[in-house]
């Protein structure tokens, strides 16, 4: 009943917001809905026992999951403890950020949810690193949390093909595997807490977050559960996971810190920061966000006192949480490991707001675990927070994951058919991080349901395929965030950039993305290159180049031809500038001004960053069979080598070479049992064997003049 | 440079959709013999032939500016490439046509009839190491090209469909062989002040890296100083400025010391410093009948049979409470591992008469002083029975007959450095030992590393001034900068992981969002 009158205020605040916002490219929704047809539509599919992907949990990764394998095509199931937390921003109000925007944007590309959501949520829109280069621009945006759940739940509940169910998954149903495919199991479906009938499906995506054995910590007492407030999730996934499939898992932590009474804060004692004047939307098929420039909230930064060091230190025997060794990232870390790792210092603390109408704010870099009457005491210390009221107490939690070395790059258990994983299950932490699991998940978990071949993204064409590389291949020793340190090619994998690399390959290899998003990347593309292509047709001396643009500083003394797309190169030249020069040619092209000055500065870097780009392609598409027995190949191989070969069972070659420990001869020698994939078939294809035809003697000569050394 | 960068644009640009297009087919057109993918690869070279002594030597080339290389260095107009595979005598000169370097023949492979399947030249010079050094830099001074890697050709060659899957074994060893080659090489000079002074370099610019990555990835939200990019700037300037001076004077001093590095070690008062001793003909170690006289490092150049031979005396090895014998101990270890031929003495009092407690004992010894190195390689390593002249003639002659008779042990010789006794037949072992050695293409080329490092190096300083650059308008790209530096110094010193530099950062800075 409270799912209900929940949805109702629900709908009533979309319809209102669809006629202000209609401005906004979103995908095309049966709008006005009613109440009626939602329940309807829940309640027809009630009776249904077989899907094609089944998505458990409803967080980041489960949404944008559940969402990718609809639009792949799957009949898909969506199964959560509560429809009304859809979508919930567990932790921080925010979007996006160095490296995380790049996720967004990337997830944006291939058609998930995350990016339109967040524009349609944002309530203060930053670009972050504005003046360190557009490779490392970070778009971010703070949060309304009641936005943003309503939007995921109402993209989510008019999402064709898709189904979503309240109900707590008590077991994982696994049987015999499919002879044809490598793995020692397959996965059959689930079974319900409160439903003695399975529900069948090809595929399941588990998406548990912190749920798996997760406990809360808060002073010195534990309590089972993933997230403050719900109910812990059964230990029969836990057990299949580990008894059943004999998975490794590895046991992480995190925290959240308190909520704290907006009016009970001194926001005068604290900095001022304003968002962008012109807020950037997310998504690429958004020019606007829903927020006007002029109802955006600001954000306040205070930092920490000596007092906030002597209360953790005071507070510290009560702190069952900080006193467990279990790992903790060593980013978002808690104020009580910021202090004990450097102490005598201050640190920063931003004020968050929560949203338009909320009356919260989130205190960043104050997750905290201990007793709720310490945790008053130091958020007191801090001059901004000397009167503050606690809403909700902060706590951390402590949870299981999958040791994610054990997952193919489809994000599939490599020794279970059907069995995906995404998000914090596979050691991640972060809503982007986990979006772009779970919609990677999502479309391959749809893929292995309608036999279609697995997909793969390489991390030399997206953030995504580090974070997935990353994970399968190095695994995780600390909850993994995505930096943009981490990318080789991060000159080329701009946010700017993310729908060229990705949303066409999501609609013509990978089947997720919508026509309309398509048509809009190809008219993009084909602008871009006509607009390339027009600069470089404008040739001018540098003579005349400088009586056109008097304020034109160029280095060149000599009067050479210049094209108007080696001009855009040059830091003080805007396309904008070359417009006016040329309006006939280059004014069609204006609305990408800043797409084409970013193509034309980063293009000899880009290109200088091709050949080792095409060489891991190469390697990466020579896949390693996954039965490889390693121990006994017949070939010379260290025992240390075998030994890392046969734990992490790389997929391809490239993932090989990019092992600790792997020799340059190792390679080499694994080139014996690379196999050529084929995007147009299934699993595995004939050998790599060099069918040589009958070589004509002028051939043979050849070789012969030039032996091997 | 400028017009140059921009021509690549319109190219790129058609090439993402190229990229994307075809990915899945690559490695199948490569079965069918066609290089695809491999046709803007960098161009390669490397001294194909042997080192050490020899008449001819052969440069090979493999790759797009082949062709190029071949008419800049042989004289060659645009139109008159020589026939493909007919050996012509030119002149060779350096890129620039002006200086003469020598006369040799030269060979062009177009593609795809050639060892790698891509355009190929060889070049067949004088043998002298200063021919070799020009014709190698010359080859390095033109644009596109830079010297191959271990094993490079080869790979080339399996890409191309040029190999078969039953020669990829041998590949798979020959590439472990040039490897670990390699790596004992770097060993080398990794030890010595070359190695210290591009190991400080390399610390040096993982600490730029991390700092400026730090600054992208964390300055909005975290204390990060502003400080830190104005120290970035005065590392980045000393370090260019060390580079470009160090690759002016060529140090000539610090060079690398060329020969086969032979290594005597063993247990102490074996009579090591009496074997190089008398090895040199002259009293170049002191040496005495007390354990441990030898304590560090004596080094003497020797010539055996026409080849360069760096003969170094070490500490014997056992376990000392002295702290400078202990120092010295350490050093012969060291030494050990980086050697490519190790003379283990032996006092061959202490060996038994009975033959297969002999073997036994001089393998468990062998064992123990080869243990140092990553997989003690037998085959690299002489067996020396000295002080014979203190048996009796009859077990002299008992052992001389049994040591010939046993396998599973490297060469034994068994001498009397006191008499010179059996010293001519050691000579003749290690004399062929050297010559396989010396024969061996893998076993040090100083020449070439010297050209290697020498390009590594200034593409590093080249990526240092891509971070002055860029430093102020886009710092992704001046970080970028630094990056490629790493990379190219990484390829003398080894490779650089991005977790590394996650290391530093988190080491340094507290990060907390």
Same mark, same amino acid.
């Given at each position: 009943?409270?799912?209900?009158?929940?949805?109702?205020?629900?709908?009533?605040?979309? !319809?209102?917001?669809? &006629? @202000?916002?209609?401005?906004?490219?979103?995908?095309?929704?049966? +709008?006005?809905? %009613? $109440?009626?047809? *939602?329940?309807?539509?829940?309640?027809?599919?009630?009776?249904?026992?077989?899907?094609?992907?089944?998505?458990?949990?409803?967080?980041?990764?489960?949404?944008?999951?559940?969402?990718?394998?609809?639009?792949?095509?799957?009949?898909?199931?969506?199964?959560?403890?509560?429809?009304?937390?859809?979508?919930?921003?567990?932790?921080?109000?925010?979007?996006?950020?160095?490296?995380?925007?790049?996720?967004?944007?990337?997830?944006?590309?291939?058609?998930?949810?995350?990016?339109?959501?967040?524009?349609?949520?944002?309530?203060?829109?930053?670009?972050?690193?504005?003046?360190?280069?557009?490779?490392?621009?970070?778009?971010?945006?703070?949060?309304?949390?009641?936005?943003? !759940?309503?939007?995921? &739940? @109402?993209?989510?509940?008019?999402?064709?093909?898709?189904?979503? +169910?309240?109900? %707590? $998954?008590?077991? *994982?149903?696994?049987?015999?595997?499919?002879?044809?495919?490598?793995?020692?199991?397959?996965?059959?479906?689930?079974?319900?807490?409160?439903?003695?009938?399975?529900?069948?499906?090809?595929?399941?995506?588990?998406?548990?977050?912190?749920?798996?054995?997760?406990?809360?910590?808060?002073?010195?007492?534990?309590?089972?559960?993933?997230?403050?407030?719900?109910?812990?999730?059964?230990?029969?996934?836990?057990?299949?996971?580990?008894?059943?499939?004999?998975?490794?898992?590895?046991?992480?932590?995190?925290?959240?810190?308190?909520?704290?009474?907006?009016?009970?804060?001194?926001?005068?004692?604290?900095?001022?920061?304003?968002?962008?004047?012109?807020?950037?939307?997310?998504?690429?098929?958004?020019?606007?966000?829903?927020?006007?420039?002029?109802?955006?909230?600001?954000?306040?930064?205070?930092?920490?006192?000596?007092?906030?060091?002597?209360?953790?230190?005071?507070?510290?025997?009560?702190?069952?949480?900080?006193?467990?060794?279990?790992?903790?990232?060593?980013?978002?870390?808690?104020?009580?490991?910021?202090?004990?790792?450097?102490?005598?210092?201050?640190?920063?603390?931003?004020?968050?707001?929560?949203?338009?109408?909320?009356?919260?704010?989130?205190?960043?870099?104050?997750?905290?675990?201990?007793?709720?009457?310490?945790?008053?005491?130091?958020?007191?210390?801090?001059?901004?927070?000397?009167?503050?009221?606690?809403?909700?107490?902060?706590?951390?939690?402590?949870?299981?994951?999958?040791?994610?070395?054990?997952?193919?790059?489809?994000?599939?258990?490599?020794?279970?058919?059907?069995?995906?994983?995404?998000?914090?299950?596979?050691?991640?932490?972060?809503?982007?991080?986990?979006?772009?699991?779970?919609?990677?998940?999502?479309?391959?978990?749809?893929?292995?349901?309608?036999?279609?071949?697995?997909?793969?993204?390489?991390?030399?064409?997206?953030?995504?395929?580090?974070?997935?590389?990353?994970?399968?291949?190095?695994?995780?020793?600390?909850?993994?965030?995505?930096?943009?340190?981490?990318?080789?090619?991060?000159?080329?994998?701009?946010?700017?950039?993310?729908?060229?690399?990705?949303?066409?390959?999501?609609?013509?290899?990978?089947?997720?993305?919508?026509?309309?998003?398509?048509?809009?990347?190809?008219?993009?593309?084909?602008?871009?290159?006509?607009?390339?292509?027009?600069?470089?047709?404008?040739?001018?001396?540098?003579?005349?180049?400088?009586?056109?643009?008097?304020?034109?500083?160029?280095?060149?003394?000599?009067?050479?031809?210049?094209?108007?797309?080696?001009?855009?190169?040059?830091?003080?030249?805007?396309?904008?500038?070359?417009?006016?020069?040329?309006?006939?040619?280059?004014?069609?092209?204006?609305?990408?001004?800043?797409?084409?000055?970013?193509?034309?500065?980063?293009?000899?870097?880009?290109?200088?960053?091709?050949?080792?780009?095409?060489?891991?392609?190469?390697?990466?598409?020579?896949?390693?069979?996954?039965?490889?027995?390693?121990?006994?190949?017949?070939?010379?191989?260290?025992?240390?080598?075998?030994?890392?070969?046969?734990?992490?069972?790389?997929?391809?070659?490239?993932?090989?070479?990019?092992?600790?420990?792997?020799?340059?001869?190792?390679?080499?020698?694994?080139?014996?049992?690379?196999?050529?994939?084929?995007?147009?078939?299934?699993?595995?294809?004939?050998?790599?064997?060099?069918?040589?035809?009958?070589?004509?003697?002028?051939?043979?000569?050849?070789?012969?003049?030039?032996?091997?050394? | 440079?400028?017009?140059?960068?921009?021509?690549?644009?319109?190219?790129?640009?058609?090439?993402?959709?190229?990229?994307?297009?075809?990915?899945?087919?690559?490695?199948?057109?490569?079965?069918?013999?066609?290089?695809?993918?491999?046709?803007?690869?960098?161009?390669?070279?490397?001294?194909?032939?042997?080192?050490?002594?020899?008449?001819?030597?052969?440069?090979?080339?493999?790759?797009?500016?082949?062709?190029?290389?071949?008419?800049?260095?042989?004289?060659?107009?645009?139109?008159?490439?020589?026939?493909?595979?007919?050996?012509?005598?030119?002149?060779?000169?350096?890129?620039?046509?002006?200086?003469?370097?020598?006369?040799?023949?030269?060979?062009?492979?177009?593609?795809?009839?050639?060892?790698?399947?891509?355009?190929?030249?060889?070049?067949?010079?004088?043998?002298?190491?200063?021919?070799?050094?020009?014709?190698?830099?010359?080859?390095?001074?033109?644009?596109?090209?830079?010297?191959?890697?271990?094993?490079?050709?080869?790979?080339?060659?399996?890409?191309?469909?040029?190999?078969?899957?039953?020669?990829?074994?041998?590949?798979?060893?020959?590439?472990?062989?040039?490897?670990?080659?390699?790596?004992?090489?770097?060993?080398?000079?990794?030890?010595?002040?070359?190695?210290?002074?591009?190991?400080?370099?390399?610390?040096?610019?993982?600490?730029?890296?991390?700092?400026?990555?730090?600054?992208?990835?964390?300055?909005?939200?975290?204390?990060?100083?502003?400080?830190?990019?104005?120290?970035?700037?005065?590392?980045?300037?000393?370090?260019?400025?060390?580079?470009?001076?160090?690759?002016?004077?060529?140090?000539?001093?610090?060079?690398?010391?060329?020969?086969?590095?032979?290594?005597?070690?063993?247990?102490?008062?074996?009579?090591?410093?009496?074997?190089?001793?008398?090895?040199?003909?002259?009293?170049?170690?002191?040496?005495?009948?007390?354990?441990?006289?030898?304590?560090?490092?004596?080094?003497?150049?020797?010539?055996?049979?026409?080849?360069?031979?760096?003969?170094?005396?070490?500490?014997?090895?056992?376990?000392?409470?002295?702290?400078?014998?202990?120092?010295?101990?350490?050093?012969?270890?060291?030494?050990?591992?980086?050697?490519?031929?190790?003379?283990?003495?032996?006092?061959?009092?202490?060996?038994?008469?009975?033959?297969?407690?002999?073997?036994?004992?001089?393998?468990?010894?062998?064992?123990?002083?080869?243990?140092?190195?990553?997989?003690?390689?037998?085959?690299?390593?002489?067996?020396?029975?000295?002080?014979?002249?203190?048996?009796?003639?009859?077990?002299?002659?008992?052992?001389?007959?049994?040591?010939?008779?046993?396998?599973?042990?490297?060469?034994?010789?068994?001498?009397?450095?006191?008499?010179?006794?059996?010293?001519?037949?050691?000579?003749?072992?290690?004399?062929?030992?050297?010559?396989?050695?010396?024969?061996?293409?893998?076993?040090?080329?100083?020449?070439?590393?010297?050209?290697?490092?020498?390009?590594?190096?200034?593409?590093?300083?080249?990526?240092?001034?891509?971070?002055?650059?860029?430093?102020?308008?886009?710092?992704?790209?001046?970080?970028?900068?630094?990056?490629?530096?790493?990379?190219?110094?990484?390829?003398?010193?080894?490779?650089?992981?991005?977790?590394?530099?996650?290391?530093?950062?988190?080491?340094?800075?507290?990060?907390?969002?």
């Amino acid at each position: 009943m409270a799912a209900s009158m929940k949805s109702c205020s629900l709908v009533n605040t979309f !319809r209102g917001c669809e &006629q @202000s916002a209609s401005h906004m490219l979103t995908k095309k929704r049966p +709008l006005p809905w %009613s $109440v009626l047809s *939602l329940l309807s539509r829940r309640a027809a599919h009630l009776a249904r026992q077989q899907y094609d992907v089944i998505v458990v949990g409803g967080g980041h990764a489960g949404t944008e999951a559940a969402a990718a394998a609809a639009r792949v095509g799957a009949e898909t199931l969506l199964v959560t403890q509560k429809i009304q937390t859809i979508g919930a921003l567990s932790c921080n109000p925010s979007l996006g950020g160095v490296g995380k925007g790049q996720l967004v944007k990337e997830v944006d590309a291939l058609d998930g949810l995350c990016g339109r959501a967040g524009d349609w949520a944002g309530i203060h829109f930053t670009i972050l690193n504005r003046k360190k280069g557009p490779a490392v621009w970070g778009p971010r945006a703070q949060l309304d949390r009641q936005r943003y !759940r309503e939007f995921i &739940q @109402s993209e989510l509940l008019s999402t064709p093909r898709l189904t979503v +169910l309240e109900g %707590s $998954v008590e077991e *994982l149903l696994v049987t015999e595997p499919n002879p044809e495919e490598p793995g020692h199991h397959r996965v059959t479906g689930i079974r319900l807490a409160n439903r003695s009938q399975p529900i069948t499906a090809s595929s399941v995506v588990l998406t548990t977050g912190t749920f798996l054995s997760g406990a809360l910590f808060m002073g010195q007492t534990m309590s089972p559960g993933g997230r403050f407030g719900d109910a812990p999730s059964s230990a029969g996934l836990s057990h299949t996971l580990r008894e059943r499939l004999g998975l490794r898992t590895g046991r992480l932590r995190t925290g959240t810190p308190p909520r704290i009474v907006k009016d009970s804060v001194d926001l005068c004692q604290a900095e001022l920061h304003l968002p962008d004047t012109h807020p950037t939307p997310f998504s690429f098929l958004n020019k606007h966000t829903r927020c006007k420039p002029e109802e955006q909230l600001p954000c306040h930064l205070t930092t920490t006192t000596p007092g906030v060091e002597r209360v953790v230190k005071e507070s510290l025997h009560l702190n069952c949480h900080i006193q467990q060794d279990t790992k903790g990232p060593r980013y978002c870390p808690s104020i009580e490991s910021r202090v004990l790792r450097f102490p005598g210092r201050s640190h920063q603390v931003w004020l968050e707001p929560e949203g338009l109408t909320s009356d919260l704010l989130y205190p960043q870099g104050l997750s905290m675990t201990m007793p709720p009457d310490m945790q008053l005491r130091l958020i007191r210390e801090i001059p901004a927070l000397r009167r503050a009221e606690i809403h909700t107490p902060g706590y951390g939690v402590q949870y299981d994951f999958v040791c994610p070395t054990q997952l193919s790059p489809a994000l599939q258990v490599k020794n279970t058919q059907g069995l995906f994983l995404a998000g914090q299950i596979n050691g991640t932490t972060g809503y982007e991080e986990a979006a772009a699991q779970g919609l990677w998940a999502g479309v391959n978990a749809a893929h292995w349901a309608l036999s279609l071949p697995p997909v793969a993204l390489s991390r030399t064409e997206s953030y995504i395929g580090v974070l997935i590389d990353d994970l399968v291949c190095r695994g995780v020793t600390e909850p993994y965030r995505m930096f943009t340190s981490r990318a080789e090619f991060r000159t080329s994998l701009r946010p700017d950039n993310a729908d060229l690399r990705l949303t066409l390959k999501g609609s013509e290899e990978v089947g997720c993305v919508s026509s309309l998003r398509y048509r809009e990347a190809v008219r993009v593309r084909d602008s871009l290159q006509d607009a390339l292509a027009a600069l470089h047709a404008l040739t001018l001396s540098t003579n005349k180049w400088r009586n056109k643009l008097p304020g034109l500083q160029m280095s060149e003394n000599k009067n050479t031809l210049v094209t108007a797309g080696e001009l855009l190169q040059y830091n003080h030249v805007s396309f904008e500038m070359l417009a006016s020069v040329f309006p006939e040619s280059l004014s069609p092209y204006a609305e990408f001004s800043q797409r084409l000055k970013i193509e034309a500065v980063y293009k000899p870097y880009c290109d200088m960053q091709k050949k080792e780009i095409e060489r891991i392609q190469r390697e990466e598409n020579m896949s390693l069979p996954q039965d490889l027995d390693y121990f006994s190949l017949p070939v010379s191989l260290s025992q240390e080598v075998r030994e890392i070969l046969d734990r992490v069972r790389p997929s391809t070659l490239g993932s090989a070479t990019r092992l600790q420990g792997i020799t340059p001869a190792a390679v080499v020698n694994l080139l014996r049992y690379v196999h050529a994939t084929n995007a147009g078939l299934k699993g595995r294809t004939h050998t790599n064997q060099p069918e040589r035809k009958e070589e004509r003697d002028e051939e043979r000569c050849a070789r012969n003049a030039s032996l091997p050394q | 440079m400028f017009p140059f960068v921009c021509r690549g644009i319109m190219r790129a640009a058609i090439h993402t959709r190229r990229i994307r297009g075809t990915l899945p087919g690559r490695l199948l057109s490569s079965c069918d013999g066609v290089p695809a993918g491999l046709a803007d690869a960098d161009t390669i070279f490397a001294l194909s032939s042997g080192h050490g002594r020899c008449g001819v030597a052969v440069v090979r080339v493999s790759g797009p500016a082949s062709a190029t290389a071949l008419r800049c260095m042989a004289g060659l107009t645009r139109s008159s490439l020589p026939p493909p595979r007919k050996a012509l005598l030119r002149c060779i000169t350096d890129a620039k046509g002006k200086e003469v370097l020598d006369r040799g023949l030269v060979l062009w492979f177009p593609a795809p009839h050639s060892f790698t399947g891509e355009d190929s030249v060889e070049f067949h010079i004088h043998g002298g190491t200063a021919v070799i050094t020009a014709v190698l830099q010359a080859l390095g001074s033109v644009p596109g090209m830079r010297p191959a890697e271990a094993g490079e050709f080869t790979r080339r060659a399996f890409q191309a469909g040029k190999l078969g899957l039953t020669e990829v074994e041998g590949l798979g060893d020959l590439i472990h062989a040039e490897t670990e080659a390699q790596r004992r090489q770097a060993l080398r000079q990794m030890s010595g002040d070359l190695g210290r002074l591009y190991q400080n370099w390399s610390h040096k610019l993982k600490r730029c890296l991390a700092h400026v990555e730090a600054f992208i990835d964390f300055s909005e939200d975290e204390l990060i100083e502003d400080g830190v990019l104005n120290q970035v700037d005065t590392s980045v300037c000393h370090l260019q400025a060390e580079m470009e001076r160090h690759l002016k004077d060529e140090r000539k001093g610090e060079r690398l010391r060329s020969g086969v590095q032979v290594v005597i070690a063993g247990a102490t008062n074996a009579g090591k410093s009496s074997l190089l001793n008398t090895l040199c003909q002259r009293p170049a170690a002191i040496v005495s009948p007390m354990a441990g006289t030898t304590r560090d490092i004596v080094e003497t150049a020797l010539d055996i049979g026409g080849f360069p031979v760096l003969l170094s005396d070490t500490a014997g090895l056992r376990d000392s409470p002295d702290v400078v014998e202990r120092e010295g101990v350490r050093r012969a270890r060291e030494r050990v591992e980086q050697a490519d031929l190790t003379l283990v003495v032996v006092d061959c009092a202490h060996l038994l008469t009975d033959a297969q407690q002999a073997v036994d004992v001089l393998q468990t010894h062998l064992m123990c002083v080869l243990s140092s190195q990553e997989q003690p390689e037998t085959d690299r390593c002489l067996l020396v029975l000295n002080k014979s002249d203190l048996l009796p003639e009859c077990e002299r002659q008992k052992l001389d007959r049994e040591m010939r008779r046993v396998s599973g042990l490297p060469p034994v010789c068994l001498i009397s450095c006191h008499t010179n006794d059996g010293l001519q037949d050691f000579l003749t072992v290690l004399h062929s030992s050297v010559k396989t050695l010396c024969g061996d293409p893998l076993s040090g080329a100083p020449t070439l590393t010297q050209a290697r490092h020498r390009a590594h190096l200034q593409q590093c300083v080249a990526a240092l001034a891509q971070y002055k650059r860029h430093r102020d308008t886009d710092l992704a790209l001046a970080a970028e900068g630094v990056r490629l530096a790493l990379t190219s110094l990484g390829r003398i010193t080894g490779r650089v992981a991005a977790e590394e530099i996650l290391d530093i950062i988190f080491k340094d800075f507290c990060i907390g969002k």
